[in-house]
Nanobody
């Protein structure tokens, strides 16, 4: 089995920063894409940022404020969030496209971590 464990969420004032981490463990052959989604109350889950093969993509709403990075040796993905706004308030989920063998793969999700931006 594969587990994704997130950490780093919390309460921060507008303009502040937070760094989220997500570590994958278990029966892992290799990991392809890793990324972050978020879901605010009453809204659909949306892509925040994703990294694959050295390339990165961001939602327009977070470009120039958020940075995604990963440590392949640790099977860990990070999301550095700067200049946070109240509209960034959501539960943040990490996702990883995990290969458990040479050809078999699926997406695994973390349990989510709450980020609240409020004064």
């Amino acid at each position: 089995q594969v587990q994704l464990v997130e950490s780093g969420g919390g309460l921060v004032q507008p303009g502040g920063s937070l760094r989220l981490s997500c570590a994958a463990s278990g029966n892992i052959f290799r990991i392809n894409d890793m990324g972050w989604y978020r879901q605010a109350p009453g809204k659909d889950r949306e892509l925040v940022a994703i990294t694959s093969g050295g390339s990165t993509n961001y939602a327009d709403s977070v470009k120039a404020r958020f940075t995604i990075s990963r440590d392949n040796a640790k099977n860990t993905v990070y999301l550095q969030m700067n200049s946070l706004r109240p509209e960034d308030t959501a539960v943040y989920y990490c996702v990883a496209d995990v290969y458990r063998s040479l050809v078999s793969h699926k997406n695994y999700w973390g349990q989510g971590t709450q980020v609240t931006v409020s004064s």
